[in-house]
Every structure is written in C-alpha cells, then in structure tokens.
T-cell receptor
Framework: GAGVSQSPRYKVAKRGQDVALRCDPI?????LFWYQQALGQGPEFLTY????????KSGLPSDRFFAERPEGSVSTLKIQRTQQEDSAVYLC???????????FGPGTRLTVT | AQSVTQPDIHITVSEGASLELRCNYS??????LFWYVQSPGQGLQLLLK??????LVQGIKGFEAEFKRSQSSFNLRKPSVHWSDAAEYFC????????????FGRGTSLIVHP
C-alpha cells in the first residue's frame, strides 16, 4: 500500500507564528513516531504514539511543541510561537508495532525566518 | 545511555569500488542495530537490521553489515558501489527488550565519483 505521507513538504514561518505539520501513517500501523532532524545531523526522537495514546513525549524540546493522534491514525505536530532554532526537517515514521522496523515519511522542512 | 558514533562525515569512492561505512555503538547489552539510507529530500529507508542470530546481515540494494560485539561495531559494506548509492547513511541503535526509541548517528555522506 501507500507509504507514510507528510504535509506540507515545505513550510516557511515567521518567528512567532504557529505551525501544524501532518503525518498520514501506513494504514493499520499502530505505532507512530515524530523526529526532528537538524541540518547535518541524524534524526532525534520527539514523541511516540501507540494508537491514540501518546506514550512518550520526552523528546519534545519545549512546551511550545504539541502532538496529537486523536483517532489513532493521522497525527499532527504543532509548534506554537516558532523560533529560529525550530528550523529543521520533521520526520514522521510508523510501524506495525513498537518493535522497530519503522517506515519513514519524506519529512516536512520547516524554515523559521 | 545508548549512543552511536559514525566517525566519517564524508566518504568518497569511485563507482565500482568497494565500500565500508563505520558505525560504533555504546550500549550495555545486546542492542538492536539498523542502517538507513536517506536520499536528498526523502525520508529514511531501512537497508538492514540486526536483532539476533547470524552476525552477518544481508540487506537490500546489495548491502550487508556485520555485528562485532567485541568491537561494538556494525559496519556497512557493499562490494561494488553504483552512482545511485550516493546518499546519506545513518546507523541507529535501539535497546532490546521491548523499548522502542532508536538513537541515530549523525550520518555519513557517500559521494560516488564516475
């Protein structure tokens, strides 16, 4: 079936604006992960859902970051009052269960000006 | 805490030459190990993974990796590189026993000369 999709692919925000990034996981995948990838770095874990439950949000860098997955499928990562240091690629991944083999989406490149 | 080191930021090889990308990890027990590839503007694609068993793991696109516990390494190899292999390669380590959060290395950029 279709892979993980993310939208928008590119987002430019002025500092202080709120943004919402969407992730459509592979159908039937229980687990969903969000990562932040800074330029020249590997992905860093932000948060994890199993179905609609957010089981781990230890990687969220501040309380300006919020994620939800209300029906256990599509997920949204929201960043309030964006700052320049939020500029990065935000990757979403899903898996059949929590035991690894994650499938990644193409990412959303966020640029905060 | 677990960690991953990819000591080479860039690797340049000629098309047709062999390739080895290094990965060293730090973890107290037997880890789960992964190699991912990321082409420009794309997400990460899993090349191969090691959970247990045979320490030589075969993956997609002709890649293989060998888990060496004594050296805490999981190096990625390919006998003959193609121009289309030019990409960013990430090694990742995850704790075993049900935890799910992998730690990624900073990546190695592979440049292939014709």
């Amino acid at each position: 079936g279709a892979g993980v999709s993310q939208s928008p692919r590119y987002k430019v925000a002025k500092r202080g604006q709120d943004v919402a990034l969407r992730c459509d996981p592979i159908s039937g995948h229980v687990s969903l992960f969000w990562y932040q990838q800074a330029l020249g770095q590997g992905p860093e874990f932000l948060t994890y859902f199993q179905n609609e439950a957010q089981l781990d949000k230890s990687g969220l860098p501040s309380d300006r970051f919020f994620a939800e997955r209300p029906e256990g499928s599509v997920s949204t990562l929201k960043i309030q009052r964006t700052q320049q240091e939020d500029s990065a690629v935000y990757l979403c991944a899903s898996s059949r269960d929590s035991q690894y083999e994650q499938y990644f989406g193409p990412g959303t490149r966020l640029t905060v000006t | 805490a677990q960690s991953v080191t990819q000591p080479d930021i860039h690797i340049t090889v000629s098309e047709g030459a062999s390739l080895e990308l290094r990965c060293n990890y730090s973890y107290g027990a037997t880890p789960y190990l992964f190699w991912y590839v990321q082409s420009p503007g794309q997400g990460l694609q899993l090349l191969l993974k090691y959970f247990s068993g045979d320490t030589l793991v075969q993956g997609i696109k002709g890649f293989e990796a060998e888990f060496k516990r004594s050296q805490s390494s999981f190096n990625l190899r390919k006998p003959s590189v193609h121009w289309s292999d030019a990409a960013e390669y990430f090694c990742a380590v995850g704790p075993s026993g049900g935890s799910y959060i992998p730690t990624f290395g900073r990546g190695t950029s592979l440049i292939v000369h014709p």
